[in-house]
């Protein structure tokens, strides 16, 4: 049974330009969280979806972040005209169930921007 | 506004002894902690959790200890590994939320 598969792994993009971070839950997760690590901080939640739902974005920046989980292939966050403020290590997390259960991350994609 | 805090960025150890990780928290909705453990270039890992019901849940070499009123839980390592070595985080969830909030961090370092 694989882990929560992130790819990929780095990411280096130049200002301005569009960067992808795709996530595939665990087999039988049907929850997908996605979370920002800056530098020196711990995670930040940023968006919760299940399957084709938005359930809660309230920790996404208002502009230039999307989020999606299509009912076939991997939950995608999608940052437009990139800047350097968003060089990050970002963690997807699913469960099977959501609230009030542990979580299993995967090992992250972490985003330059130069 | 940090909800959840480590107030310690980093904590060594010698091999053998207890590790006492701690995190205090504000959010008096916050109903179930957790925490979890991260190795560099690695996502983080689950190690133990308690819901509020509890003072205390215990796992192998592990134990989290919780005090309600002061807002306050503990996560006990006990006898401490040198593979113990990395940054545990503290997080915490309310029942009616659908997210974890997690604190800075705890870099563990055990000595042999």
């Known amino acids: 049974n694989a882990g929560v598969m992130q790819n990929p792994r780095h990411l280096v993009r130049r200002r301005g330009q569009e960067a992808r971070l795709r996530c595939s839950p665990m087999?039988?997760?049907?929850?997908v969280y996605w979370y920002r690590q800056l530098p020196e901080e711990g995670l930040k939640f940023m968006v919760y979806?299940?399957?084709?739902?938005?359930?809660?974005e309230s920790g996404m920046p208002k502009e230039r972040f999307s989020a999606e989980f299509p009912k076939e292939g991997p939950s995608i966050l999608r940052i437009q005209q990139v800047v350097r403020g968003d060089s990050a290590a970002y963690f997807c997390?699913?469960?099977?169930?959501?609230?009030?259960?542990?979580?299993?991350f995967g090992s992250g994609t972490q985003l330059s921007v130069l | 506004d940090q909800q959840v805090k480590q107030n310690s960025p980093s904590l060594s150890v010698q091999e053998g002894r207890i590790s006492i990780l701690n995190c205090d928290y504000t959010?008096?909705?916050?109903?179930?902690f957790l925490w979890y453990k991260k190795y560099p270039a690695e996502g983080p890992t689950f190690l133990i959790s308690i819901s509020s019901i509890k003072d205390k849940n215990e796992d192998g070499r592990f134990t989290v200890f919780l005090n309600k009123s002061a807002k306050h839980l503990s996560l006990h390592i006990v006898p401490s590994q040198p593979g113990d070595s990395a940054v545990y985080f503290c997080?915490?969830?309310?029942?009616?939320?659908?997210?974890?909030?997690f604190g800075e961090g705890t870099q563990l370092t055990v000595n042999p």
């Open positions: 087999k039988g997760h049907s929850h």
């Open positions: 959010n008096s909705m916050f109903d179930y």
């Open positions: 997390a699913s469960s099977r169930q959501g609230l009030n259960e542990k979580l299993f």
């Open positions: 997080a915490a969830s309310a029942i009616s939320g659908s997210r974890l909030t």
């Open positions: 979806l299940q399957k084709e739902n938005i359930i809660d």
